[in-house]
């Protein structure tokens, strides 16, 4: 496990982690400079899925579940024999689902931001097989209720009496859950388990359009007396179908008359998962739903490496020891986890930043983006001095890539430190950023500053999922708080 290591004066061990992009890009997996606690670093690779250690947190939760990312050599979705996508495909994806949170912060907080010209696409027809007998069909629009794209993190939940095990999306930027199901009306995207089969359930039913449910969704339809729903990504993946509740089992625990979206006419770049559960704030996502059994309260710990295994736990329990707590800001807006981030430090300096720049901009925790994305006038400072230390450590540039532009060439690279990098919320909370987190790696050649510039200083804050790897990082809906809490996996 990579963790920050031997330090000395602000400075990390170098324990540098090939990233999912490394692991895209080479064809290998994981890949490793060294071991936690040692400065004497070698090269090794990691091929197999690594045994999981006993993670840590605080008092005993609700349930726990195994998160691996869906490339990585432990999850049930590797294929032995399929390419998974390129590091320029997962920055093009990820610059997607950023372009479109910008785009929803605007929308619900009232803030005006330049559009881009989308393409247009005619409305969606449903006719769904299970009502073939009836000659309705329904009209759902095209232009609305679009969503973020797939993240890079899976958990494998189970659905139906008797249950059925699918694996998907985990993700704490989106709402609603679904999954493919029986029979695909028109088409749906090939995924490694078998799609889940609503008839072979005892406990499946169809949400009724007058159903209070049917109207927290974004976008609805009508079918037969039957809710449907339709959620659009920003890449122009989507999925529609019947919103319809059934038994959600998560570990050992049931959720009865969980609902979610039947999907039976899906398309579009989801790999090889089953479908999406989502965990936002509003109130179709799971975290809403099952408020009564879990509090609101969940936390997530992503591994260092796709080599390795994190956790879900959902229910209540005291935060870590060292857990570093910042409010939640409920007030900015719904679905995603909004943070008051207050300033950067690099190597324990904080970077001259007014504070002007966080508080205009404002900052969420999404579990889905890659690349943590800075206002401009945050991101330049820090470029700047990680830059230069970089260059007092003897490191050698390399070529900027798509929109990492500030990598370096590490061929060849033995026992070296690493700028630290850490980021402070509000309350006094931190987040040390783990070595595995500060550089994004392309391949040995190319390892790239893990921050990106947003378009304009207004554009939101994206604190991603390369930044939040080996902390339990808790939400807890009720008292309105966020926590990190280092070395948690």
């Known amino acids: 496990m990579a963790a920050s290591c031997c330090p000395s004066h602000g400075r990390f061990c170098l324990i540098l982690l090939l990233a999912g992009a490394a692991v895209a890009s080479s064809g290998s997996r994981a890949a490793a400079l060294g071991a936690e606690g040692s400065s004497d670093v070698k090269l090794h690779v990691d091929s197999a899925c690594l045994t999981p250690q006993e993670h840590k947190h605080g008092a005993a939760m609700g349930t726990r579940m195994p998160i691996v990312h869906q490339h990585g050599p432990c999850s049930p979705l590797t294929d032995k024999h399929g390419k998974p996508p390129s590091f320029e495909e997962i920055l093009a994806a990820d ?8 785009r929803r912060v605007s929308e619900t907080t009232g803030q005006v931001r330049p559009k881009r010209a989308e393409p247009s696409a ?5 006719q769904p097989a299970s009502l073939a007998s009836s000659a309705a069909s329904a009209n759902l629009p095209a232009s609305s209720g679009n969503a973020l794209g797939t993240g890079n993190y899976v958990v494998t939940i189970g659905l139906g009496t008797p249950e059925e095990r699918l694996t998907v ?36 039913a169809n949400i009724s359009c007058s159903s209070s449910y049917c109207s927290d969704l974004d976008i609805s339809g009508c079918s037969g007396g039957h809710c ?7 890449d122009g993946s989507e999925t529609v179908g019947f919103y319809a509740q059934d ?5 050992s625990d049931a959720v009865k008359e969980f609902r979610f979206g039947c999907g039976e006419q899906n398309r579009g770049l989801f790999g090889q998962t089953a479908g999406l559960m989502g965990l936002g704030r509003g109130k179709t996502s799971l975290t809403s739903q099952a408020y009564g059994k879990y509090s609101g309260v969940f936390s997530y710990c992503l591994p260092a490496t796709p080599s390795g295994t ?18 939640m800001l409920t007030h900015k807006g719904p679905t995603f986890y909004y943070v008051g981030l207050t300033g950067i430090k690099v ?12 508080s205009t901009a404002g900052a969420i925790l999404d579990s889905g983006t890659v690349i943590t994305r800075l206002p401009p006038k945050a991101y330049a400072p820090l470029r700047s001095a990680f830059a230069k230390a970089m260059a007092d450590l003897g490191y050698k540039k390399a070529t900027a890539t798509s929109f990492l532009d500030t990598c370096y060439d590490l061929t060849g690279v033995q026992g070296k430190a690493l700028p630290a990098v850490s980021l402070a919320f509000q309350g006094g909370a931190s987040l040390d950023v783990d070595a595995s987190g500060i550089l994004y790696m392309v391949d040995m050649s190319r390892a790239c500053l893990g921050f990106a510039p947003n378009n304009d200083d207004t554009d939101v804050a994206i604190i991603g999922n390369t930044q939040q790897k080996t902390y339990s990082v808790l939400h807890d809906l009720g008292k309105k708080l966020v926590s990190f809490a280092p070395g948690a996996c």
């Open 95 to 102: 610059q997607r689902r950023v372009d479109y949170i910008h």
């Open 122 to 126: 005619p409305p969606v027809q449903l």
């Open 169 to 204: 999306v985990f993700d704490t930027g989106s709402d609603t859950t679904w999954v493919q199901c029986q029979p695909c009306v028109a088409s749906c995207y090939r995924q490694k388990e078998p799609l889940f089969s609503p008839a072979k359930s005892s406990t499946y």
């Open 228 to 234: 449907l729903y339709r959620v659009r990504y920003g």
């Open 247 to 251: 038994t959600l089992t998560l570990a």
């Open 310 to 327: 994190g956790f879900l736990d959902l229910g209540p329990g005291a935060p870590a020891a060292n857990a570093r707590l910042t409010p």
């Open 347 to 358: 190597d324990g300096r904080a970077l001259s930043v007014p504070d002007s720049v966080f």
